[in-house]
């Protein structure tokens, strides 16, 4: 069972059962966000002006990425292409510490389906760190989206 999402962002996702729309997103107008099992936060974010083509969506990645390396004292964990069929995406993985001290990684992921972009960040908590980064659950989350 999923929990299918129509957005007037222009994209459709089947996130997986017992997703929750957040009534407001805490990143501001034209995002949305979603919080999915396992403590995972999606903000879907709609910039048609930042990105006008495949080859930005890594510069995007990478600006968004800043926020975590800089602003949170994180370490790049990974960086590149998720391969999603039908779909360009480029995603930067950071580690870093959250305000209230638990490990946690924020992957901004840049899209670009249909000539359109779209960008996510998809924050997680470490459970283990053996595991991380968990780049197939990033893949899930990616693949299941789609711009409309």
């Not at 107008?29 to 403590?39: I, S």
């Not at 959250?98 to 249909?114: D, L």
């Amino acid at each position: 069972m999923t929990v299918h999402v129509e957005s007037p962002l222009g994209f459709t996702a089947d996130f997986p059962e017992y997703t929750q729309t957040l009534d407001e997103s805490s990143a501001g107008p034209g995002t949305e966000q979603y919080g999915l099992p396992g403590d995972v936060l999606v903000t879907v974010i709609r910039d048609d002006k930042s990105v006008e083509g495949a080859p930005q969506i890594t510069g995007w990645a990478h600006l968004m990425s800043d926020f975590y390396l800089k602003g949170r004292a994180g370490h790049k964990i990974s960086e590149g292409q998720l391969n999603l069929e039908g779909k360009d995406t480029y995603a930067v993985m950071v580690g870093y510490d959250s305000p209230v001290g638990s490990a946690q990684i924020a992957a901004p992921v840049g899209i670009w389906e249909k000539d359109k972009f779209l960008g996510l960040v998809v924050i997680w908590p470490v459970v283990n760190p053996e595991k991380e980064p968990r780049v197939d659950m990033l893949k899930e989350i990616v693949g299941a989206i789609s711009v409309n």
